[in-house]
């Protein structure tokens, strides 16, 4: 049977809108759940491993030295302290430390001991906890000690020699790590420092070591002996809309 306009003319008006891709009428057309956006960035951030790296950082923490005649009635004081640190692998770490640290005491009012010292060790990874480090180690150095009364060093009472000095030591401790950026760390450390002041040979007071117990928080920047400073690059997002179908 021959169609009649209106049937030709319904005909052809579908297939103008389906050559169009009118949404609804072309059977072709990707429907509203077939688009999703895109907003992977250009290039993905990674945090890769800092073997091989060096970096360097400064930290504040407070001091309490306990163990010795000297000692007793000891408050807790700030201290500061400065870091280097070489990673040889992902699990051992060399690191030199410098520092400096006082306390003062609560029956010998304007007396303070002061502490100063470089330390060289070594540390080893043992655990990942909640994306933190988790090293242990330990090392030895040098510390210089002065107590001082009113600022004016003070004088052993038989000997006369002043009571400071140049003396070995060494240092065990605990530190987590826990990477911020690329190549930038922030650190929490606990260290038991044993200063071998008996050394020195006083009469009175310093006749044996003391020791220092330190806590530490402190940030470092690690960079490439190979390429030098690595700045933190920003990472630019694109947005883009692209079908679900071919």
Do not use: C
């Not at 040889?88 to 030199?96: N, P, Q, T, Y």
């Not at 640290?101 to 043992?126: C, H, M, P, Q, S």
């Amino acid at each position: 049977a021959a169609k009649g306009p209106g049937s030709l003319g319904r005909a052809v008006l579908l297939g103008i809108l389906a050559i169009l891709g009118i949404p609804g009428l072309a059977a072709s057309q990707s429907s509203p759940s077939d688009i999703f956006v895109d907003e992977s960035p250009e290039e993905e951030v990674l945090f890769e491993p800092l073997r091989g790296f060096s970096g360097y950082g400064a930290g504040l923490g407070l001091m309490r030295m306990h163990g010795a005649e000297v000692t007793e009635g000891a408050k807790l004081r700030p201290m500061l302290q400065g870091d280097f640190r070489y990673r040889f692998s992902d699990r051992w770490l060399g690191k030199a430390e410098f520092g400096f640290g006082w306390n003062a005491f609560e029956v010998r009012a304007d007396t303070v001991l002061a502490v100063t010292f470089g330390t060289a060790g070594i540390e080893r990874e043992f655990r990942e906890v909640l994306g933190a480090t988790l090293r242990v180690g330990g090392g030895g150095g040098m510390y210089r000690w002065n107590y001082k009364y009113r600022g004016k060093s003070v004088r052993d009472e038989v000997t006369q020699r002043f009571q400071r000095g140049f003396v070995p030591g060494a240092y065990a401790g605990i530190e987590a790590e826990r990477r911020i950026t690329r190549h930038a760390t922030v650190s929490l450390a606990v260290q038991e420092h044993l200063i071998f002041t008996a050394a020195d040979r006083f009469e009175q007071l310093f006749d044996e070591n003391i020791s220092a117990l330190a806590f530490k928080l402190g940030i470092q920047y690690h960079f490439s002996p190979y390429e030098g400073i690595i700045w933190e690059r920003k990472v630019k997002k694109t947005i883009s809309m692209t079908s679900g179908k071919a």
